[in-house]
């Protein structure tokens, strides 16, 4: 039997209604479960909920600055990737002393923002232990990676 791995849960915090569609619909369409905020306020009440692998956090906000929320996120194990229209490399360096794993600038690619969350991501799951999966054919084998251990027969 065959489990499905478990879909990566990615929070996008904008006020653009348009850019939290457009990723929403992108992410959705490559099976990602993907929540929506578009200011902090909300945000922090989905974070706790939805608990994400991932969140695309813009710095311009309503009601407080993204490097505040991406901060307090970051006292959690969870990637944030900044993605805002602020291109000085003042704003970029300040986004990653406040603990950004990286940051894009608007306009962006969905492809290349794709790629960068995976890469994010993927640092998570390189970094877990191998857990062995087991035979429901025969319980009492085990397998791990390429090892295979069979007590039954020596």
């Known amino acids: 039997m065959v489990i499905p791995a478990p879909q990566n849960k990615i ?8 850019i939290r569609h457009l990723i929403h619909r992108f992410f959705t369409y490559n099976n990602y479960q993907i929540e929506v905020a578009e200011n902090a306020k909300t945000a922090r009440e989905i974070f706790q909920r939805f ?14 600055s993204g490097f505040n929320l991406c901060q307090e996120i970051r006292q959690t194990d969870i990637f944030v ?6 291109t000085d490399a003042n704003y970029i360096l300040e986004g ?10 608007k ?5 290349i923002l794709k790629a960068k ?9 390189d970094s877990l232990p191998i857990l062995p999966t087991v035979d429901t054919l025969s319980p009492s084998r085990l397998i ?5 251990i069979d007590p039954q027969k020596m």
């Open 96 to 105: 990653f002393e406040r603990g950004a794993d990286d940051y894009q600038t």
């Open 81 to 86: 990737l900044m993605l805002t229209c602020l």
């Open 144 to 148: 791990f990676e390429n090892l295979e």
């Open 107 to 111: 306009p962006f690619n969905l492809q």
């Open 11 to 18: 929070m996008v915090v904008d006020d653009d209604p348009a």
């Open 51 to 64: 608990k994400p692998d991932l969140v695309i956090l813009d710095v311009n906000l309503p009601d407080d």
């Open 117 to 125: 969350i995976e890469a994010l991501l993927k640092r998570r799951t």
